[in-house]
């Protein structure tokens, strides 16, 4: 059978295995998805390239983290990619608090978007898209998807600032994350995304 057939358990089985063909084609099936998930985090476009190989670098020497038994194997690889640009946010917060602060009259550092008005432009257009199809969700549906991916807070740090039980705050940003699907269905597929 050709790897691109295979379902992904049994090509991560085989990545457990290295096979480096299993693994290439788990890479050309998911880069897209991971790289877009770490861009959208980070906001930076080289940034989210080395977070996005960082998880596939990640898959190809501890595979076995992936268990088949608690839930499909994409949802898992886009929550890695997720965690793992977290991380690199904090990781800056954290550098830049350590830094020397500018000289009077220094000139302010460089806005990487500003250099570029058309992507500014598209991911403008984008984040209204997600604002708005946000905005549609039940209040207790949207709180903790924004404490999650603006605020960057885990699903336990979510829980305990809104009092709630993890498994609640889980299955309100399940239900929410599958509206939101269906809401940006279009425009996501429109954009490239599979």
């Known amino acids: 059978m050709i790897e691109a057939e295979l379902s992904d358990d049994l090509l991560v089985e085989r990545v457990g295995?290295?096979?480096?063909?299993?693994?290439?084609?788990?890479y050309d099936r998911y880069a897209d998805f991971v790289y877009s998930v770490a861009l959208r985090v980070l906001s930076d476009e080289a940034g989210a390239q080395d977070v996005?190989?960082?998880?596939?670098?990640?898959?190809?020497h501890n595979s076995e983290r992936f268990d088949p038994n608690r839930g499909r194997f994409l949802p898992w690889l886009l929550s890695v990619a997720r965690n793992r640009a977290l991380d690199e946010v904090r990781s800056r917060g954290r550098r830049r608090t350590h830094e020397l602060a500018p000289l009077d009259g220094a000139d302010d550092p460089v806005d990487q978007r500003a250099e570029d008005p058309a992507a500014a432009a598209v991911s403008?257009?984008?984040?209204?898209e997600i604002l708005a199809a946000l905005q549609t969700l039940p209040h207790e549906q949207r709180q903790p998807i924004e404490l999650a991916y603006f605020g960057g807070l885990t699903q336990q740090e979510i829980a305990e600032r809104l009092s709630a039980p993890l498994g609640t705050v889980k299955t309100r940003i399940r239900l929410g994350m599958r509206k939101l699907r269906v809401a940006l269905g279009n425009e996501l597929g429109s954009a490239g995304v599979r």
């Open 17 to 26: 295995r290295r096979d480096e063909s299993a693994f290439q084609t788990l």
């Open 52 to 60: 996005a190989q960082d998880v596939f670098i990640r898959l190809w």
């Open 124 to 128: 403008s257009a984008e984040r209204r």
